[in-house]
């Protein structure tokens, strides 16, 4: 099972480097379709937001592929990034905005459903429930 969630925190840091790469070069315009509506008061704001949240992609994936001894916590932080875009995706589904090959609300729907996936992966090949767990249990009466 070591191996297994090695081999899946090693994608999941290639998976988000790659990504955030594509965010600041070839799929800019892309990822623009990703930003809430609610969230494009201008479109230099906008741009912004893709770049920036591109490089928080590019820390997360090395850091998921570097960082071995802080693997809980960068989990912990991958997966509630992983929660922060979410509405994002919600939003393309919501206002049938194509992108990235998704040009049927079917296609964009299936794509919710693998947010959860990507936010358990994040937690469990890292072990960031224990690292949670820990912290709960230690501030829990304070």
């Known amino acids: 099972m070591k191996y297994i969630k090695f081999l899946f925190r090693i994608l999941l840091g290639l ?21 809430p509506t609610w969230l494009q008061f201008t479109p230099a704001f906008t741009d912004f937001i893709v770049l920036a949240s591109g490089v928080v992609e590019i820390c997360l994936g090395l850091s998921m592929l ?52 990507l936010i358990f992966l994040a937690m469990w090949s890292t072990n960031a429930w224990k690292l949670c767990k820990n912290l ?5 009466d304070k």
């Not at 990034?81 to 296609?107: C, E, K, M, R, S």
């Open 15 to 35: 998976f988000m480097t790659y990504a955030g790469y594509s965010h600041l070069t070839h799929a800019r315009q892309e990822f623009v379709a990703q930003v």
């Open 66 to 117: 570097f960082l071995f001894k802080h693997k809980g916590l960068v989990g912990a932080l991958l997966a509630l990034f992983y929660v922060l875009i979410f509405p994002g995706n919600i939003n393309q589904y919501i206002n049938h905005i194509d992108a990235f090959g998704l040009n049927t609300d079917q296609a964009r729907l299936i794509r919710l459903f693998f947010q959860p996936v």
């Open 136 to 140: 709960y249990y230690k501030y829990k």
